[in-house]
């Protein structure tokens, strides 16, 4: 008797416990191009591979996160480095989709291209139900990024006027090597110490590696890092020029935008003397 | 004398935002906000590295982590009611937050929830407003010089601190709240909440680094009652 009634109650629970599953049944899903993932199914994934670090309770305070410089994403507080929507909104699924396939190479974050796609979408699905953001939020509205206009050396020597008038050079230093006067003083918005990126180091940028992503790193911003939104103050052709100079910073990775330079008089002393100079600078004022 | 002007134009704002909903001839809650203790000393903030900033200083200003005036004063305290009024609409006006000089005007910007917020810059070097908050949204957007204020607003009340990476001396305060009924204390302290009607309200005082503390009130005609704060000030 008394077996039964625990049961019938056990039985009333799982409906009222499955009632919201059904209604939120939207909310439970991310959609990344043909595959669309489920958080159930995420959620398996994601205490066999992720809570170690990110969390039981996805706020990044796993057990390893006390090991780790960098720290793990809180996805509680859904504050997201890399998205192709404006400064300040979530990101889309394929976002999160594109940073967990990618993995961040300057952290622990590792690439999970050794999980299915549909795996990955699953813990899209999953990692969304963290946070009280995406029930009353949607995701941002992607920013267009124009095609991209032909590689002029014009191109390029108005970037490198961009790059001294929006003082990119306070963080980044004068040849980009992540050492201008303001870098040493950057904290993250968990007040954790964070460098500017070092472009002469010619790695992978946080968020991708073409020119289309570089272009969505400075007009969205880095949420939850010092590295603001230029897409008030930067008109999309603009952009483009700025790309350009900014890849010629990377002077030990080789890129059509280093090549057409390093052709220039102008470029290749430049290019010639960063390589060989090798000291940081830029910890001074700009001339 | 800009930088003044700038101040009387923000308290003018302030001023016309907490009379748009108010009831005139109501009561007034009114009082001084002190502390006790030894707060710690504001150093100087050096600015060499932003020459552009530094060149509008004889002496250079300081940090304004917690500002007092005579008779243990505590400036910059925002009072609010957080119990007891209802929600407010807000006003069209925008609050604006001036970036001059590497600072920050106000340093304590009140506004309500989704009111216009107008960010300027006054400088001649680029700054980054980051607000962190951790209700609303947080986001962080470059503003070179010349460049046209930026116009946001916040939906949930907030107090949300603002840094300017940088420059890492900037810092400010923005109280997001509920209703109109808010002050910002001045250099004596003093505070003052007109026009409310009769109820029973929480009044609660908020400094960016001593928090928050509230005390219960009731108004029932056009009477002004005075409540004191005294915040334990911390020597570092």
């Known amino acids: ?287 | 004398m800009r930088i003044k002007h700038v101040y009387l134009a923000g308290v003018a704002i302030l001023a016309a935002a907490t009379l748009t909903s108010a009831v005139p001839g109501g009561g007034t809650v009114s009082g001084k906000i002190t502390y006790e203790g030894t707060p710690a000393k504001q150093k100087p903030i050096d600015m060499s590295k932003e020459p552009s900033c530094a060149k509008q200083y004889t002496t250079p200003p300081t940090t304004e982590t917690v500002v007092t005036g005579a008779n243990n004063a505590l400036e910059n305290v925002v009072v609010y009611i957080s119990a007891g009024a209802p929600d407010d609409a807000a006003p069209s006006q925008a609050a604006v937050f001036t970036q001059k000089g590497c600072r920050y005007i106000p340093h304590v910007l009140a506004f309500q929830v989704n009111q216009p917020l107008q960010v300027v810059n006054d400088d001649q070097t680029s700054h980054n407003i980051h607000p962190l908050a951790k209700v609303n949204r947080e986001w962080n957007k470059s503003q070179p010089p010349g460049t046209p204020p930026i116009v946001d607003k916040y939906d949930k009340p907030e107090f949300i601190p603002v840094k300017c990476n940088v420059h890492p001396w900037m810092h400010g305060t923005f109280a997001v709240l509920k209703n109109s009924h808010y002050a910002i204390s001045a250099n004596d302290g003093g505070f003052a909440l007109p026009n409310l009607p009769p109820g029973k309200y929480t009044i609660s005082a908020y400094h960016e680094s001593y928090g928050d503390q509230s005390q219960e009130v009731t108004i029932t005609g056009s009477e002004t009652k005075t409540i004191n704060f005294v915040f334990k000030a911390k020597p570092y």
């Open chain 1, 1 to 287: 008797m008394r077996q039964m009634n625990t049961s019938k109650w056990f039985a009333g629970i799982a409906i009222l416990l499955a009632m919201p599953l059904v209604v939120s049944a939207q909310q439970g899903e991310s959609h990344i191009g043909k595959y669309t993932g489920n958080a159930a199914a995420g959620k398996q994934l994601y205490y066999r591979y992720c809570w170690g670090c990110h969390g039981a309770r996805g706020d990044g305070t796993g057990d390893n996160a006390q090991y780790l410089n960098i720290l793990p994403r809180n996805f509680v507080a859904a504050t997201f480095k890399c998205r192709s929507t404006v400064t300040g909104t979530l990101p889309t699924d394929e976002d999160l989709f594109n940073a967990m396939t990618r993995g961040f190479n300057n952290s622990n974050m590792p690439t999970w291209i050794t999980l299915t796609h549909q795996n990955r979408a699953d813990l899209v699905a999953f990692i969304k139900t963290f946070s009280p953001r995406w029930k009353t939020e949607k995701a941002g509205e992607p920013i267009h990024v124009p095609a991209e206009p032909a590689l002029t050396v014009e191109s390029i020597k108005h970037g490198s006027e961009l790059f001294q008038k929006l003082e990119c050079w306070k963080c980044h230093g004068q040849e980009g090597r992540g050492d201008g006067p303001s870098a040493s003083t950057l904290t993250d918005s968990n007040d954790q110490p964070i460098r500017p990126y070092n472009f002469a180091s010619g790695s992978r940028f946080k968020c991708g590696a073409t020119n289309q992503d570089l272009y969505k790193i400075f007009i969205t911003g880095l949420d939850g890092t010092p590295m603001p939104s230029f897409a008030d103050v930067i008109k999309p052709e603009e952009a483009w020029d700025l790309v350009h100079y900014l890849r010629t910073l990377q002077v030990t990775h080789k890129s059509p935008e280093l090549t057409l330079w390093m052709s220039t008089k102008e470029g290749a002393e430049i290019v010639s003397a960063k390589r060989t100079a090798n000291t940081p600078t830029g910890s001074g004022i700009a001339p």
